[in-house]
């Protein structure tokens, strides 16, 4: 009788201990994600380094070595230079940004949220608008993995206010039944891009061999890098001045 009462104990303290243990996994695994003094400083460098250089187009090179070299890929410290970097343009207001928010944690990788005032004076008319960074460590150091705008908000001035999110951009459900909206492609007409592709594709293969022969074998041409900025600012001209 006593070794019964002993192994019933010790089965209920051991359940008792497994509980336990799936009751601080769940709150471990809810915890939000957390970040350091010194990784928020880190990433308040970059956040700065990038948005005062590389944004605001002024001195775009002292942004060069603030982002991965992923983000880099295929663009040369000319081209950098001239203003041909992934990096959003924006006439940001102020020099320091550490009013960002914590998003996500995810391998390394440190996702936040960030909303840039323009300057008052902007010839561009541009309202606020709200951004979503990536970063990575990288030894001391954080670099931008992402730069892109999550949402847009209307001038101050704005006679009309709108808030326009990356969802307003994107394809919108239909109702069964219901004509396609104005303004939108008809979805009948989606068909077409994959005909047209089929007879180019055939047309292609109907080369005659002495075309093929007068194409070197293997040659790749690369596509030119995009130039990342806004309609008449100064790197379209090729030069580094802060909008105004």
């Excluded at 994600?33 to 010194?38: G, R, S, Y």
């Excluded at 041909?84 to 960002?100: E, K, S, V």
């Excluded at 008052?120 to 001391?140: A, E, H, M």
């Excluded at 900025?229 to 100064?234: D, L, Y």
Aim: aromatic share 10%; proline share 9%; net charge positive.
């Amino acid at each position: 009788m006593a070794d019964r009462r002993r192994r019933y104990r010790l089965a209920m303290r051991l359940l008792v201990a497994a509980a336990l243990a799936l009751v601080f996994a769940g709150t471990a695994s809810a915890a939000p994600p957390h970040l350091t003094k010194a990784e928020r400083a880190g990433i308040n460098k970059t956040v700065d380094m990038v948005v005062n250089y590389g944004a605001k187009r002024v001195n775009v090179m002292r942004s060069y070595n603030w982002v991965t070299p992923e983000m880099r890929s295929g663009i040369t410290r000319k081209q950098w230079k001239e203003g041909t970097l992934p990096i959003y343009p924006f006439p940001a207001q102020g020099t320091t940004f550490h009013h960002w928010s914590l998003k996500w944690i995810s391998d390394g990788t440190v996702g936040i949220e960030l909303l840039l005032m323009p300057t008052l004076k902007n010839k561009f008319d541009v309202g606020p608008i709200i951004f979503d960074l990536y970063l990575r460590p990288s030894g001391k150091r954080w670099l931008l993995d992402g730069f892109m705008p999550a949402a847009t908000l209307a001038p101050v001035n704005a006679k009309k206010t709108k808030v326009r999110s990356v969802a307003d951009f994107s394809p919108q459900p239909a109702q069964a039944g219901a004509a396609p909206q104005r303004g939108k492609i008809n979805p009948d007409w989606l068909w077409f891009p994959f005909a047209a592709g089929s007879v180019s594709c055939r047309a292609g293969a109907r080369v005659s061999p002495r075309c093929r022969r007068a194409s070197p074998a293997g040659r790749v041409r690369s596509i030119p890098a995009c130039r990342w900025s806004w309609a008449g600012s100064p790197t379209a001209s090729r030069r580094s001045s802060t909008p105004r």
